[in-house]
């Protein structure tokens, strides 16, 4: 196993999670009072992996991945992450990709990052870190291919290293130069790597790559995708093999690789892949991708849940990537990046202090217990009600974090949808929206594209709505509910669910099927996420 200082810094704690946790933005004060799983051969228990807790996985491999926002979904609702922009450069092609943008295997079209060098980057990881206690993660993700600019990529690591131990390396790659590199990622203790893996068979990838930049000579077609392949799947083993937790993204590609994804989650998982995230294709014209231009277009909210449950059972999956740009910062669905250019941050007065971080950690770890104390006993208590199917529903969840039901519907931006049952409450992705409300006001022609997007879920549990979404809502038959503010999602969720089934019985309500929903395509702009 590779030998970690970053996460060993940070305090033992027995869950994770948010004490009096604060809203992002604002500024910590000094606290007055204290404040899966066999992951590595692919045989683990199928609840371990970005779903899994303490009881799911051996003791090192939690410290790594539980205040990881990407690599444990509870972590996700309480821990940011950031990402620099080092890396320019790429050595292949795909066809969802416009060098213009940032590279789609981990960000999305639409949006440019600033460049930085590796001391800017450093400057603004300590800065962010700073002023964000529960910022725990950095990432580099391009906006080209991390290992294609190795000097910038690993400098920026070895010198955040010096400055601010507490933090976790993450980087991201297609896999064509990870061979080559492994010794690198141990050297630097970068516990945490991305394999971008599209196919197993270069058949189907040379619908997807048409070209790589292999041994100072381009390569196309077939051959192209076959050493790509080649490089991926050495590149697993050798990571799987030191010990390095590897997460895989797949993007979803309707009609070229969506029955096969099925059989890369299988191979993966035999080469100890930790983590499985298949992404909806982000495909639209005006990103000038061939895919965008050649009308290829991105899955459905069911469709891509198809795929990820047919996945079920094999690598552990991850459902709540947010696709973020290659300078996001802040929770995974928030984007900060704005408050932290270099102008901002030359007149900030930045000064890091481990002890305040861990201090304000600590106090994150006691929520999230909470939290996952409530789930805990709200399970208890649905799984003694005698029921006879199996019924499974969606519920859309407006939040701002810390894992509550503790936003405006007109305030959301994205909703966390949670599939709910009598034996369980998961998150199973999320919808991003535009604002409903613009400048105090209800905005009437934005709700049918809010209604679309949760248009599979059965009910909307929200701290505050209106009168006229609330009618709209339930015209469309969604349920808008805000009578659990407050409370911890899924105990408000499981109680929802039972009220929904005690009504059914007595048949005040009848229950139905619910339809699609669309997944919001196109750019995920700073301005309205920090609206
Ligand atoms: Fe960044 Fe990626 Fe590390 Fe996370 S993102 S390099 S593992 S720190 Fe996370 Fe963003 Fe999805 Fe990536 S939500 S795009 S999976
Ligand atoms: Fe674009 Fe990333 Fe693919 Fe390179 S690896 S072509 S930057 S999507």
Avoid at 136 to 154: E, N
Avoid at 401 to 418: D, K, L, P, S
Wanted: one cysteine or more; glycine letters at 8%; charged letters at 25%.
């Amino acid at each position: 196993m590779q030998a970690s200082t970053n996460a060993s810094d940070l305090p033992a704690a027995t869950y994770i999670g948010i004490g009096q946790i604060k809203p992002l933005g604002v500024k910590i004060d000094v606290p007055s009072t204290g404040g899966g799983c066999g992951t590595q051969g692919g045989e683990g228990k199928a609840s371990c992996g970005s779903s899994g807790g303490p009881d799911d996985m051996p003791a090192e491999i939690w410290e790594k991945v539980k205040n990881h926002p990407c690599y444990s979904e509870e972590a996700h609702h309480h821990y940011a992450r950031m990402h620099v922009a080092v890396a320019p450069a790429c050595n292949i092609q795909c066809n969802y990709c416009n060098r213009k943008y940032d590279c789609s295997n981990e960000s999305r079209p639409g949006v440019v990052s600033q460049k930085l060098t590796p001391e800017q980057a450093v400057k603004k990881v300590v800065a962010v870190a700073s002023e964000i206690p529960q910022m725990t993660v950095l990432g580099i993700a391009g906006p080209g291919d991390s290992l294609a600019s190795p000097k910038k990529t690993f400098e920026t690591f070895r010198m955040l290293q010096e400055q601010a131990p507490d933090i976790k390396l993450c980087l991201s790659t297609n896999g064509l130069a990870l061979p080559d590199l492994v010794d690198e990622i141990c050297k630097y203790n970068i516990d945490h790597v991305t394999i971008t893996i599209n196919m197993v068979d270069p058949a189907v990838g040379a619908k997807i790559y048409p070209w790589i930049f292999w041994e100072h000579k381009r390569v196309t077609g077939y051959e192209a995708a076959r050493i790509l392949h080649e490089r991926q799947m050495k590149g697993l083993e050798m990571l799987t093999a030191r010990g390095v937790l590897t997460k895989i993204n797949s993007v979803l590609i309707p009609g070229v690789n969506d029955e096969h994804l099925f059989e890369v989650n299988r191979e993966v998982k035999k080469r100890g892949a930790f983590l499985h995230n298949i992404m909806p294709l982000i495909s639209e014209p005006e990103h000038g991708t061939h895919f965008g231009l050649s009308g290829q277009r991105g899955p459905t909210a069911q469709e891509l849940k198809a795929v990820q449950d047919a996945c079920m059972g094999g690598a552990n999956l991850m459902r709540h990537c947010r696709q973020c740009r290659a300078d996001a910062v802040g929770l995974l669905g928030e984007d900060r990046s704005e408050e932290f250019t270099l102008d901002k941050i030359g007149q900030m007065e930045v000064v890091y202090d481990l002890e305040r971080r861990r201090e304000y950690q600590q106090r994150v770890e006691s929520e999230r217990q909470a939290q996952h104390d409530a789930k805990q006993e709200a399970l208890a208590v649905s799984r003694e009600i005698d029921v006879a199917d199996d019924m499974k529903v969606l519920v859309a969840v407006a939040t701002k974090g810390g894992g509550r039901v503790n936003e405006h519907f007109g305030h959301v931006t994205e909703f966390q949808i949670f599939e709910v049952s009598a034996a369980e409450a998961l998150f199973v992705g999320h919808r991003r929206v535009d604002l409903y409300c613009q400048g105090g006001y209800g905005d009437d022609e934005q709700l049918p594209s809010v209604v679309r997007a949760i248009n599979d879920c059965h009910a909307v549990l929200v701290a505050k709505i209106g009168a006229c979404p609330k009618d709209e809502l339930a015209q469309a038959g969604i349920e808008p509910v805000d009578q659990y503010v407050g409370e911890f999602i899924e105990k408000a969720a499981l109680a929802w669910f039972n009220d929904y089934r005690n009504r059914i019985e007595s048949g005040a309500v009848v229950h139905q099927d619910r339809g699609d929903a669309s997944i919001r395509q196109g750019a995920y702009t700073s301005s309205a996420s920090a609206a």
